[in-house]
């Protein structure tokens, strides 16, 4: 019978564990065969005995089941069924647009069930799109077609690379899988919070590609949709950039939560679209050598300690509004993510080894969709108004406001700052002036609960850098239970662009099941 052996504690993961030799030990005189790893996690609770917690997975004759079944810590296992990928025809070939999570995987999808597609992507391939980043970070020349949320792969894969995700649907555990077989570190399949870093993202989005056109699917990259064309409440075809048309009765719109010209054609065309809520702010960043000793105290640089993650939230009782740190990136930098010209807004990303100087994460209030007009476009109006204040405050050349926590609080613009990660550079800013007053009020609140938790967080080593608007889409394109539009016969919204997902896991899941109902319904 195969169980699950959880809560094993273990100091540290660098060397490998003899698992066989441990599970001999707890369990004298009983026959233990160890199998796998399911999951391993840090637990830093207690920062004098910082221990990795393993569960794993074993197998022992049935008849001595029983006496292992009665320790706390022991469980049956049960076999999950794999995804099973039927083979299917669709009568045309599928046409996705947008190259990032959930573009690719239901791509990957179509190919594994025999169905070529074609993908249009605006950006460019992810060699290319990292030199026009390097350009943006160098010289504050910016291509609004190939940055770091246009391109080959989406925003995601200039990001932590986090893959942590709340769903245990079969479609996440096939895209962990697949992410393996396409170059990931095998432990991503039982770290409690795994990430993989942009290094490694670009040679397995390189690979993803490498195999999708094996399978007979066709990249289109600097090709812009610029219009649908629909006949008869149904998708007729694409429009691009380039002047191209592509026929297509079937359409998977996987744009990303940046497209915002996608948004407004699509408003143009009575398209159903919903506001909904979205969260904004600013980074924070601070040695990581700080962070590492607020998380684990004397045990920082432990073996095996990579650089130490935090979450933080506070709930307003007063407004009911929450200030949560988002999108954590431990020895990172913070990165420059905008799209359009003037418009300046942050975010955050790490290499595999989350070994830079700094850590950072977003600090952001939640913004409900109630708190603008009836427009469905009302929040991105809002996102580029302090975009575009931002890039004033910076001096213009996608200089970033920036200001220290402390100076923040006492509302005081600094004389000087330290050095900070963040490319093309800093301008000493007043944060407290740019953010509107009732989000500065919300953060000025948070900041010394944030500090209790983590005592030394709120400190002039702490740098807020402004701004942070992309931290969803502030719209959803409705789908109905089919996953088409309401509107147009064929069109299927997917992604975090569709406001159907958050993150690269949930967004390439929803990639997934988007094709997998697409073939259900139209394949043959």
């Given at each position: ?68 079944l ?22 045309q ?83 962990f ?31 993803m590609?490498s ?5 007979g ?7 812009r949709?610029?219009?649908?064309e ?10 691009t ?69 935090y ?16 999108c ?21 990303m ?75 550079g ?23 609960f ?20 992309r ?10 239970d ?43």
């Amino acid at each position: 019978m195969k169980l699950i052996i959880d809560n094993i504690a273990l100091p540290s993961p660098q060397e490998k564990p003899d698992f066989q030799k441990i599970l001999s030990k707890r369990f004298p005189g009983v026959p233990v065969v160890f199998l796998r790893i399911l999951r391993r996690s840090l637990d830093a609770r207690k920062k004098r005995a910082i221990v990795f917690r393993y569960r794993l997975l074993a197998e022992t004759p049935d008849e001595y089941a029983p006496s292992l079944l009665a320790f706390p810590d022991v469980t049956r296992y049960s076999e999950k069924p794999l995804m099973a990928i039927e083979k299917k025809n669709l009568p045309q070939r599928p046409l996705i647009v947008g190259a990032g999570p959930a573009g690719l995987f239901a791509a990957l999808y179509f190919a594994e069930a025999g169905v070529e597609s074609d993908i249009i992507e605006r950006g460019k391939p992810v060699d290319e799109r990292f030199r026009d980043i390097r350009m943006l970070e160098t010289h504050g020349a910016l291509n609004p077609e190939s940055n770091v949320v246009f391109g080959e792969g989406g925003a995601g894969t200039y990001s932590d690379g986090k893959l942590t995700t709340r769903t245990h649907r079969q479609e996440a555990e096939w895209f962990f899988k697949k992410l393996v077989e396409f170059g990931a570190p095998e432990e991503i399949l039982f770290e409690a919070k795994p990430h993989i870093g942009t290094d490694r993202l670009i040679s397995i989005i390189k690979a993803m590609r490498s195999h999708l056109q094996s399978s007979g699917c066709v990249f289109h990259f600097e090709t812009r949709m610029d219009d649908i064309e629909i006949t008869n409440g149904k998708i007729a075809g694409i429009k691009t950039s380039n002047g191209n048309f592509f026929d297509c009765n079937i359409a998977v719109l996987a744009t990303g939560h940046s497209a915002r010209d996608v948004y407004a054609m699509l408003q143009k065309k009575n398209i159903a679209l919903q506001k909904k809520g979205f969260a904004v702010g600013v980074r924070v960043e601070h040695p990581r050598e700080l962070i590492d000793e607020i998380q684990f105290g004397k045990e920082r640089g432990k073996a095996g300690l990579s650089s130490a993650e935090y979450f933080l939230v506070w709930n307003n009782p007063k407004t009911n509004r929450g200030v949560y740190s988002f999108c954590m990136c431990p020895g990172g930098h913070i990165i420059n993510s905008s799209s359009e010209p003037h418009r300046l807004c942050t975010n955050g990303m790490s290499n595999s080894k989350r070994n830079s100087e700094f850590s950072n994460a977003a600090i952001v209030v939640s913004i409900r969709a109630d708190d603008f007009g009836d427009d469905e476009l009302s929040g991105i109006a809002f996102q580029r108004m302090l975009e575009e204040k931002a890039y004033a405050q910076g001096g213009g050349g996608f200089m970033a406001p920036a200001q220290r926590i402390n100076s923040f609080l006492h509302r005081r613009i600094d004389a000087y700052l330290p050095e900070i990660s963040y490319l093309p550079g800093c301008t000493p800013a007043r944060i407290d002036e740019l953010l509107p007053e009732t989000l500065r009020l919300e953060i000025a609140e948070a900041l010394p609960f944030f500090n209790q938790k983590m005592p030394g967080f709120l400190s002039s080593e702490g740098i807020f850098v402004g701004i942070e608007t992309r931290t969803s889409s502030p719209v959803r394109i409705l789908r109905k239970d089919n996953f088409q539009s309401p509107a147009v016969e064929g069109l299927y919204p997917a992604g975090e662009g569709a406001g159907y997902a958050g993150g690269i896991v949930s967004s390439a899941v929803d990639g997934i099941r988007v094709a997998k109902a697409i073939l259900e319904q139209r394949g043959s």
